[in-house]
T-cell receptor, first 111, second 114 residues
């Protein structure tokens, strides 16, 4: 079973920041939080990942709470092309790259 | 540099046949994993290979198998196809199996079983 909980859907106005929450209350100390998105019929696209510090790249920012039990993915200026299913995944860590996907959040960016 | 490449992109098979799907990881990546995505079950982990060794396996029947070659390229095989095997099969690669490595997915192979 997935170790994360995400809202099933969210709306965001184009040009606004999209803040996608994720709960991972049972995360272990050596597990990373990964975010992917998937546009219909395409492979999942890597967005960002982090362990405990906040991370930022050209696509998004990842804010992880101090207790690491939840995180937020921030898309600073959402566009229509950001409409997708967003998956928050806690890696099992250690000697495997196994990712356990949940049902994700369908983000709908509205014009 | 080139991403994860999967072939074929689309294929149609008949029940009872077998199918082989191919995956070329990103150059320098030595870990390859496979996933199945269906509308009912979502994205499910099939197996992972590193240095030609299967390191982890998901909860799938023995009809699903895979292998990795010395150049890190990987293939997966499904024998005795069933209608329920119709799915998007995704390959992902990373530098290695250590936690924290970035894992990149290919565009997938769409398999339809009729």
């Amino acid at each position: 079973d997935a170790k994360t909980t995400q809202p099933p859907s969210m709306d965001c106005a184009e040009g606004r920041a999209a803040n996608l929450p994720c709960n991972h209350s049972t995360i272990s100390g050596n597990e990373y939080v990964y975010w992917y998105r998937q546009i219909h019929s395409q492979g999942p696209q890597y967005i960002i990942h982090g362990l405990k510090n906040n991370e930022t790249n050209e696509m998004a920012s990842l804010i992880i709470t101090e207790d690491r039990k939840s995180s937020t993915l921030i898309l600073p200026h959402a566009t229509l092309r950001d409409t997708a299913v967003y998956y928050c995944i806690v890696s099992t860590g250690g000697a495997t790259n196994k990712l356990i996907f949940g049902t994700g959040t369908l983000l709908a960016v509205q014009p | 540099k080139a991403g994860v490449t999967q072939t074929p992109r689309y294929l149609i098979k008949t029940r009872g046949q077998q199918v082989t799907l191919s995956c070329s990881p990103i150059s320098g990546h030595r870990s390859v994993s496979w996933y199945q995505q269906t509308p009912g079950q979502g994205l499910q982990f099939l197996f992972e290979y590193f240095s030609e060794t299967q390191r982890n396996k998901g909860n799938f029947p023995g009809r699903f198998s895979g292998r990795q070659f010395s150049n890190s390229r990987s293939e997966m095989n499904v024998s005795t196809l069933e209608l329920g095997d119709s799915a998007l099969y995704l390959c992902a690669s990373s530098l290695g199996p250590e936690a924290g490595n970035t894992i990149y997915f290919g565009e997938g192979s769409w398999l339809t079983v009729v």
